[in-house]
């Protein structure tokens, strides 16, 4: 199980927003690709960049800084989201290293937008299902839709997604434990790999993660945990890989 660390850009600088608002965000480093590099040099084999400017406005807003991040770490997988609204933003993206692009907003608001995006670059596209009390919300956030989370990874399964990210609004950014009950149910119901999002604290919520891995649970998404220190990256990993492989053997 992968730990992923968050970096989320808005007006330049890497910040994390408290349950998706705008209005709450706290700035963790002036330099997003300083930060990148912080947390591949502690261990991180995956990256998850969202552009929070692009969230909000509809179109990539930071794609120079992200490119600049890609560049620097050829080596290590980057996951993009925030304003992937068409398939010159998702060309955009992998054309600049990405390895792979997050489709939000559109996912839930135009479905059929997934089935074409994986026709079209697939092994690529990862669809992000962020969900408040089990309905999914769209535009950073800020609407929220009747769609159901489960029923929605379904589909978009069937369409050839890589995998899922599921990300439980009211824990981001508030410390408060990964909804575990929610991803695993989502995992039960599709067999692609499923990264949760949403709350990760410290390294109880590793060993109850590992407890589930098995269902499919690929990796877990981190920002504010280890920013503030409440979580430490290098022990994260290797507590997980450490669990993982006793439960395979």
């Known amino acids: 199980m992968l730990i992923i660390p968050a970096i989320d850009i808005k007006n330049g600088k890497c910040v994390r927003l408290s349950q998706g608002q705008m209005d709450k965000e706290t700035i963790y480093a002036d330099d997003p690709v300083t930060a990148a590099h912080r947390w591949i040099e502690a261990g991180a084999r995956r990256l998850h960049i969202v552009d929070l400017d692009g969230a909000v406005n509809g179109v990539p807003s930071n794609v120079d800084l992200i490119h600049e991040m890609v560049a620097a ?3 290590v997988p980057i996951q993009v ?11 955009t993206y992998l054309d600049v290293g990405a390895a792979y692009v997050i489709i939000g907003t559109r996912a839930v608001t135009t479905p059929h937008f997934v089935t074409d995006a994986c026709l079209e670059f697939p092994g690529h596209i990862i669809v992000g299902l962020d969900a408040r009390n089990g309905k999914l919300a769209t535009n950073g956030w800020s609407k929220l839709s009747h769609h159901d989370a489960n029923d929605m990874a379904v589909r978009f399964e069937h369409d050839g997604v890589a995998a899922i990210i599921f990300t439980d609004i009211s824990r981001d950014g508030m410390l408060n434990n990964v909804n575990i009950e929610a991803t695993v149910d989502l995992c039960k119901n599709i067999s692609i790999p499923v990264i949760a999002s949403g709350g990760l604290s410290n390294l ?20 504010r945990a280890i920013y503030e220190g409440t979580l430490d ?9 450490t669990i993982c492989a ?3 053997n």
């Open 81 to 91: 989201g925030g304003g992937i609204r068409d398939e010159d933003t998702i060309q």
């Open 246 to 248: 006793d439960n395979t």
């Open 204 to 223: 109880d919520d590793i060993h109850a993660l590992c407890a589930v891995s098995e269902e499919g649970i690929f990796g877990v998404i981190t920002g």
């Open 233 to 241: 990256l290098a022990e994260a990993q290797q507590l997980a890989d």
């Open 73 to 75: 770490h050829p080596d």
